[in-house]
């Protein structure tokens, strides 16, 4: 079984004690992490075990496998 995290770069992110109303850092979220047998299997196991990603307004999530820095898809939520 294979091991991948899934990421977004939607939403916002400030540094601590930040005052300004405008995000300061530019990264990603993570979403969560799944196996399977594919990075497809994979993402819908994560949706499956964590229902609650569905009510967020995540869509555009990166899949990565963790074994190495090779993007392995694109996944939207919203399709799912």
């Not at 540094?15 to 979220?29: H, K, M, Y």
């Not at 993402?43 to 899949?63: A, Q, R, S």
Request: net charge negative; with cysteine; glycine share 8%.
């Amino acid at each position: 079984m294979n091991q991948y995290i899934f990421v977004s770069s939607e939403g916002y992110t400030f540094q601590p004690n930040s005052e300004s109303g405008i995000p300061d850092i530019e990264n990603l979220q993570v979403i969560g992490f799944g196996k399977g047998l594919s990075s497809n299997e994979a993402f819908n196991n994560m949706l499956l075990k964590n229902k609650y990603i569905k009510e967020t307004t995540f869509n555009e999530v990166h899949c990565y496998h963790l074994n190495s820095d090779k993007l392995e898809g694109i996944f939207y939520i919203n399709d799912f």
